[in-house]
């Protein structure tokens, strides 16, 4: 597994972008698309790069497969993919094999408005193993959040079927994580935390032996150097 996300300069960000998503990012017209395509864009190619340091990030392609998830194409990168997750000013993704499908997903903690919209995707079960985990409900409703969109991006349906399908039966706290179990796909689990009023969530396999990365050391300030590049 590797890692990757935040915001640097816009520079090297833009450096990092193959040709034909530069094209693509000079015809959007909203700032707020360009900038959340920028930083999940080179936010992915940072993570690819710990698996391949020796590729220049703008010679990596990631295009959107036929459910809008993003494909890496690279010769050298042929059988590994990536998950990409972003808010308005953090991006975060994860790179793997194809062999162990994953999904990531971040977001800013929801206001109390927003929060209470998706208590109705949400059921009073779901609620309540998280809250009894310690969570507020605000902190509740955006990690759930997470969760589910975590494992539509690794199942790849992304958010097109009911979010029950996604439900959560099993909510408990492993040392820094809260661990989450689905009612309707136990092969998969779901990591889950706080931090700097953002949840973020990763799904792996249940048969996957190890925890998703030290992503804590990474949020830290001081951890990107000055050209926007992580440490894997």
């Known amino acids: 597994m590797s890692k990757a996300g935040a915001w640097p300069a816009a520079g090297p960000l833009l450096a990092s972008l193959h040709p034909e998503e530069r094209r693509y990012w000079d015809q959007l017209k909203a700032d707020k698309r360009k900038t959340a395509y920028l930083l999940g864009r080179h936010a992915a190619k940072l993570a690819a790069g710990c698996v391949a340091s020796n590729i220049p990030l703008a010679r990596m392609l990631i295009r959107p497969g036929m ?4 494909v890496l194409i690279h010769p050298e ?6 998950s990409i997750a972003h808010t308005d000013r953090l991006a975060a993704c994860l790179a793997f094999p194809e062999s162990i499908p994953a999904g990531i997903d971040i977001e800013e903690m929801l206001s109390e408005e927003r929060a209470e919209l998706v208590r109705s995707y949400l059921t009073p079960g779901e609620l309540e193993r998280t809250t009894a985990a310690g969570l507020s ?7 759930l959040w997470t969760a589910k969109e975590s494992l ?3 199942l790849r349906t992304g958010l097109t079927t009911p979010l029950s399908v996604y439900e959560i039966d099993r909510v408990e706290r492993t040392g820094r994580w809260l661990v989450a179990g689905f009612a309707n796909f136990p ?5 889950s935390w706080l931090f700097r009023e953002t949840a973020m969530s990763v ?3 249940v048969n996957y032996e190890h925890e ?3 992503l804590y ?7 990107m150097d000055r050209d926007g590049e992580s440490s894997c």
């Open 212 to 214: 998703p990365p030290d």
């Open 203 to 205: 799904v792996l396999p």
């Open 187 to 191: 092969q998969y689990r779901a990591f």
């Open 67 to 70: 459910f809008g998830q993003p």
């Open 137 to 143: 409900f605000q902190e509740a409703a955006t990690l």
């Open 217 to 223: 050391r990474l949020l830290e300030p001081g951890w």
């Open 152 to 154: 539509s991006k690794c």
């Open 77 to 82: 990168l042929a059988n590994r993919q990536v």
